[in-house]
């Protein structure tokens, strides 16, 4: 076994999953007691259901954390997290894709809503969701990530929380619809044109600016997600997929897309999602979202039972392509094992990554670090606050770091 070691504090090579009969035994040994007949299988289960549900023992798979409703409105902003140390692979259900919206979730008829393309095109178009549904679509697996996720990490001190809570802002999921590329060449652009403008129908208004360029290379109106249509939270009937950029370009509710020679300028691209940076300046226009990795399994509210084998787990993303490595350290950076990465592994889209660890009960400090195909590597908390500072609010893709105790306990710390 010791051949196997690839880093220090047990971390083990990521051949051990390609090899069959590795040893790691995880299971306890049979008895009698095994082979008794449980109560579930004594009657007759649950009837059909118009819409599957999960098991009532998986109640706490759940978005969060929710905020406590406040009296003096309706509604208004707010977000809810995925679990992600509760999830596998790499496709978040819908049901539980993290939202973010500005005025709560409209109740929008799709019958009455309309998609308008005006501005600098040759012709302006309105579509319904009909004239929609009979365009050639396309299917791509992409995440969505909000800006502001993982901005406790600008924190001073280690922020306590769970991976849901620390980077749930992140989902992924199969997306269909129709590039707009399509929607403009019929409109016909003007060579004018630099800047779209992508209006939401909620009750905020939301807007963004997005550059032309990166809407006709591949932005879509996506109509469906993993296979059925858009939830609510996400933009029913209709919503903006900018593959990549940050989560607030990706507009829900879409009902308009205005062609200009600049961007706008809206409230929601320069009141927020803009860095500011340690000298006083405004990075402004940020758009892409740089690799991450964060280990999901074990994080904090896990609890190891005991010495021996387990799996660290996780997930790493990349605006930029492809994500091409990740590498897994047990001692807090001072030794690094290449992780095993679960395929497809798809431009823009959540990674899985795997490597087996051998744990000895010693204190240790797990942590991850994404390396995309452009070359670019995921910086250390240090080396991030070391360049832009702390006075930022986004874009924080800084290493994470769970301390794993003597006792199992497993907790964020600065590493």
Same mark, same amino acid.
């Given at each position: 076994?010791?051949?196997?070691?690839?880093?220090?504090?047990?971390?083990?090579?990521?051949?051990?999953?390609?090899?069959?009969?590795?040893?790691?035994?995880?299971?306890?040994?049979?008895?009698?007691?095994?082979?008794?007949?449980?109560?579930?299988?004594?009657?007759?289960?649950?009837?059909?259901?118009?819409?599957?549900?999960?098991?009532?023992?998986?109640?706490?798979?759940?978005?969060?954390?929710?905020?406590?409703?406040?009296?003096?409105?309706?509604?208004? =902003?707010?977000?809810?997290?995925?679990?992600?140390?509760?999830?596998?692979?790499?496709?978040?259900?819908?049901?539980?894709?993290?939202?973010?919206?500005?005025?709560?979730?409209?109740?929008?008829?799709?019958? @009455?809503?309309?998609?308008?393309?005006?501005?600098?095109?040759?012709?302006?178009?309105?579509?319904?969701?009909?004239?929609?549904?009979?365009?050639?679509?396309?299917?791509?697996?992409?995440?969505?990530?909000?800006?502001?996720?993982?901005?406790?990490?600008?924190?001073?001190?280690?922020?306590?929380?769970?991976?849901?809570?620390?980077?749930?802002?992140?989902?992924?999921?199969?997306?269909?619809?129709?590039?707009?590329?399509?929607?403009?060449?019929?409109?016909?652009?003007?060579?004018?044109? /630099?800047?779209?403008?992508?209006?939401?129908?909620?009750?905020?208004?939301?807007?963004?600016?997005?550059?032309?360029? %990166?809407?006709?290379?591949?932005?879509?109106?996506?109509?469906?997600?993993?296979?059925?249509?858009?939830? =609510?939270?996400?933009?029913? =009937?209709?919503?903006?997929?900018?593959?990549?950029?940050?989560?607030?370009?990706?507009? %829900?509710?879409?009902?308009?897309?205005?062609?200009?020679?600049?961007?706008?300028?809206?409230?929601?691209?320069?009141?927020?999602?803009?860095?500011?940076?340690?000298?006083?300046?405004?990075?402004?226009? %940020?758009?892409?979202?740089?690799?991450?990795?964060?280990?999901?399994?074990?994080?904090?509210?896990? /609890?190891?039972?005991? @010495?021996?084998?387990?799996?660290?787990?996780?997930?790493?993303?990349?605006?930029?392509? %492809?994500?091409?490595?990740?590498?897994?350290?047990?001692?807090?950076?001072?030794?690094?094992?290449?992780?095993?990465?679960?395929?497809?592994?798809?431009?823009?889209?959540?990674?899985?990554?795997?490597?087996?660890?051998?744990?000895?009960?010693?204190?240790?400090?797990?942590?991850?670090?994404?390396?995309?195909?452009?070359?670019?590597?995921?910086?250390?908390?240090?080396?991030?606050?070391?360049?832009?500072?702390?006075?930022?609010?986004?874009?924080?893709?800084?290493?994470?770091?769970?301390?794993?105790?003597?006792?199992?306990?497993?907790?964020?710390?600065?590493?």
């Amino acid at each position: 076994m010791t051949d196997e070691y690839a880093a220090g504090n047990g971390l083990l090579n990521r051949r051990l999953f390609l090899a069959s009969g590795a040893g790691i035994l995880a299971a306890t040994s049979a008895s009698a007691e095994s082979l008794t007949v449980p109560e579930w299988t004594k009657h007759p289960g649950a009837w059909l259901a118009p819409y599957g549900q999960p098991s009532k023992f998986e109640a706490n798979v759940s978005r969060g954390p929710l905020a406590e409703h406040n009296a003096l409105y309706e509604s208004g =902003p707010g977000s809810v997290r995925s679990p992600l140390q509760f999830l596998e692979g790499m496709i978040t259900p819908n049901g539980l894709h993290f939202e973010r919206s500005h005025n709560g979730v409209p109740d929008i008829d799709p019958e @009455q809503h309309r998609l308008v393309i005006h501005g600098l095109v040759k012709r302006p178009l309105v579509f319904t969701l009909n004239d929609l549904s009979r365009y050639p679509m396309t299917s791509r697996i992409h995440f969505v990530e909000c800006a502001g996720n993982s901005g406790a990490l600008y924190n001073k001190t280690p922020t306590a929380g769970t991976a849901q809570q620390l980077h749930g802002l992140l989902s992924c999921a199969e997306w269909t619809g129709i590039p707009v590329s399509t929607l403009l060449d019929e409109a016909g652009v003007d060579p004018s044109a /630099q800047w779209v403008l992508a209006e939401g129908a909620d009750a905020a208004g939301m807007s963004r600016s997005v550059p032309l360029a %990166k809407i006709m290379d591949d932005a879509m109106i996506a109509l469906y997600q993993n296979g059925e249509r858009v939830r =609510p939270s996400n933009g029913y =009937p209709m919503r903006l997929l900018v593959p990549g950029f940050q989560g607030n370009m990706n507009v %829900k509710w879409l009902r308009r897309l205005k062609l200009t020679t600049t961007p706008m300028m809206t409230k929601d691209e320069t009141s927020k999602y803009s860095l500011l940076l340690n000298e006083g300046k405004v990075a402004q226009f %940020k758009f892409p979202l740089d690799a991450k990795a964060v280990i999901t399994k074990p994080s904090p509210g896990f /609890q190891l039972k005991a @010495q021996g084998f387990y799996e660290i787990s996780g997930v790493a993303w990349s605006g930029h392509g %492809k994500i091409a490595r990740v590498d897994v350290s047990a001692d807090g950076g001072k030794s690094w094992a290449e992780a095993a990465l679960s395929g497809p592994v798809l431009p823009k889209a959540v990674t899985r990554f795997r490597v087996p660890w051998h744990w000895t009960g010693q204190e240790a400090v797990l942590q991850a670090r994404a390396t995309d195909d452009t070359g670019y590597v995921q910086p250390t908390r240090t080396v991030l606050i070391g360049n832009r500072g702390n006075r930022a609010a986004y874009h924080n893709n800084a290493i994470t770091s769970w301390n794993i105790a003597t006792t199992g306990e497993v907790k964020h710390v600065y590493a």
